[in-house]
C-alpha cells in the first residue's frame, strides 16, 4: 500500500478525526497505468492534507479483495473508495462482500447508496460513474482532437457482465452526447455488446466517410486502452488520467466527494 500527503485547504465539514481514506483499484497496473492513478491519489491528499490517504492496487483474483485493499491496517476505521467508473463484480461482489464477511451491516442502515459498513468502522464508497463531472473530462479529451460537427464519437468502455454496469455505461454515453450536441454510440472493449470494432463498423457502413473518433471512457491507460487503440477508429482520445499530467481537478472533487458522502453520514449517526 503506498501512502501519499500534500498540501491544500481542508474542507470545513471533515470531522477533526476523520476516517482514513483507501483508494482501491484492481488488476495488473503497467507504469503508466500505475503513475497515473498515482497522480490522482496525490491530488487527493493535496485536496484535503488533514486525511490519511492511501492507495492500494489490487489482484481481483485475490480470494479476499477487502483485506487485500485495507492491508495490515484493517482494523482501522477507513472508507474505501473504489477507483471504477462502473461498479461491477470486483466492487459489488469481491468488495462487498469482502466486507461484509468482517461483520459488515449494509450501506442502507446508514442511508448512502452504494455504501457498506463493518463492525471496525470501514465503509465501502460508491463508484465514481455516471456523473457529469467525467462528462467534462472526456469532452475536454475529445476537444483535443479538434472533433468537428461531421465526425461520428464512440464512447468506448471497457465493459461488464454486470446490467448495471452497462446502463452506466449507456447513461454516460447519453450525458456526453448532451454535452457534445451530437449523438455518441457505446462500445464495449470486453464483455458486453456493442463490441466496440462492431460499433465502429457499423457506422460506416451507415455513414460511409465519415471520421469515426474515440472517446475514451477508461481511468488510466492500459491493456482496455490498448485494446481500443487498436480496433481501427481514425482518432481515439486519452484516457482520464494520464501520467504525465496532473490529475483533473474534477476527478479530484469527485473522490472526495465519494469519501464524504460515506464519512459524512457515518459522523451524523454517531
Do not use: Q, W
Not at 466492487?91 to 466486507?99: A, D, F, I, K
Not at 472526456?138 to 452497462?166: F, H, I
Request: hydrophobic share 45%.
Amino acid at each position: 500500500m503506498v501512502g501519499s500527503r500534500g498540501a491544500g485547504a481542508p474542507a470545513e465539514h471533515v470531522e477533526a478525526h476523520p476516517l482514513r481514506l483507501v483508494a482501491v483499484t484492481h488488476g495488473e497496473p503497467s507504469s503508466a497505468n500505475r503513475e497515473a492513478v498515482i497522480r490522482l491519489v496525490d491530488g487527493v491528499a493535496s485536496a484535503r492534507p488533514e486525511l490519511d490517504v492511501s492507495i492500494s492496487f489490487v489482484d481481483a483474483s485475490r480470494s479476499d479483495v477487502a483485506a487485500a485493499a485495507l492491508g495490515a491496517d484493517d482494523d482501522a476505521p477507513a472508507v474505501i473508495v473504489p477507483l471504477v467508473l462502473s461498479a461491477g463484480f470486483h466492487v459489488r461482489t469481491g468488495l462487498s462482500l469482502g466486507l461484509d464477511r468482517r461483520g459488515a451491516a449494509r450501506g442502507s442502515a446508514d442511508g448512502v447508496a452504494g455504501a457498506t459498513g463493518t463492525g471496525s468502522g470501514t465503509r465501502l464508497a460508491a463508484e465514481l460513474g455516471p456523473d457529469d463531472r467525467i462528462v467534462e473530462v472526456l469532452a475536454e479529451r475529445l476537444a483535443r482532437l479538434k472533433l468537428a460537427d461531421t465526425d461520428a464519437v464512440v464512447l468506448a468502455a471497457a465493459g461488464s457482465n454486470d446490467p448495471r454496469a452497462v446502463r452506466e455505461c449507456f447513461e454516460t454515453a447519453r450525458r456526453l452526447g448532451h454535452r457534445l450536441g451530437r449523438s455518441v454510440t457505446v462500445g464495449f472493449i470486453a464483455a458486453a455488446i456493442p463490441r466496440l470494432h462492431d460499433a465502429i463498423e457499423m457506422i460506416r457502413e451507415v455513414h460511409p466517410g465519415v471520421r469515426v473518433v474515440v472517446g475514451s471512457y477508461l481511468l488510466a491507460p492500459g491493456t482496455f486502452y490498448d485494446t481500443a487503440a487498436s480496433v481501427g477508429a481514425d482518432a481515439i482520445a486519452e484516457p482520464l488520467l494520464l501520467p504525465g499530467e496532473p490529475a483533473p481537478r474534477r476527478l479530484v472533487e469527485l473522490v472526495l466527494e465519494r469519501y464524504d458522502d460515506v464519512a459524512v453520514s457515518r459522523l451524523e449517526r454517531a
